[in-house]
């Protein structure tokens, strides 16, 4: 149901519609002393309902899944640091030329089944730099995808801003000036006090 078209089903005696705005499938509608908002395709209850001296103004905003955002981070600082470290570190020059292998001697002792695990662990230390390389690799390609996925459920917001209460929370048009032409329906303008100052303008000087 389309509630915007509707509105005057909702005034008050003496209310009257001043403006209104539709946008998707909600809208904005301002009249003398309240402004109605329509957000059915946004969480929460259907429609607000302000006192028009508690609308503080109207912003464009941005918003995402900041979920999505600390896991992109994280996943990229990760990522950066095993980069970094397999490239600058290179564990195969240190321990790869090592080697525990004594033939005859380690067994006549008893030793040669710890020495065998000893050089499978530098074995695997020489290869840790490549490893740190692959899964930073890795870790960079998540956090392109999480990133992506961030970037892709922002929305652009039309926010009207309320004293005290939660702010509400509309899709935003693509076309600025409909922004514009709300928040002028909201906050009075100084055309009329300006008329009024000039009509209280003193007297002409009587005659003598």
Not at 169 to 180: C, F, I, Q, R
Request: aromatic content about 4%; proline content about 4%; glycine content about 12%.
């Amino acid at each position: 149901m389309d509630w915007v078209a509707r509105a005057e089903s909702l005034l008050y005696d003496g209310e009257v519609i001043e403006a209104d705005v539709r946008l998707d499938r909600g809208g904005v509608v301002v009249t003398s002393h309240r402004v109605l908002v329509f957000t059915p395709d946004r969480e929460g209850s259907n429609y607000r309902q302000v006192d028009r001296p508690n609308v503080e103004g109207v912003d464009v905003t941005t918003s995402g899944d900041w979920s999505f955002l600390e896991l992109g981070v994280k996943a990229l600082v990760v990522g950066v640091v095993l980069v970094a470290a397999g490239t600058t570190v290179s564990l195969d020059g240190l321990v790869g030329n090592v080697s525990l292998d004594s033939g005859g001697a380690a067994s006549a002792v008893g030793i040669g089944g710890m020495l065998g695990m000893l050089q499978t662990m530098l074995t695997l230390m020489a290869q840790l730099d490549d490893l740190m390389r692959l899964f930073g690799g890795l870790a960079l390609a998540f956090a392109a995808v999480v990133l992506g996925v961030y970037l892709w459920s922002r929305d652009r917001l039309l926010v009207v801003r309320v004293a005290g209460d939660d702010d509400i929370e509309l899709t935003a048009p693509d076309d600025e000036s409909v922004v514009d032409r709300i928040e002028a329906a909201i906050v009075p303008g100084t055309a009329p006090a300006e008329a009024g100052n000039a009509d209280q303008s003193p007297p002409d000087d009587p005659l003598p």
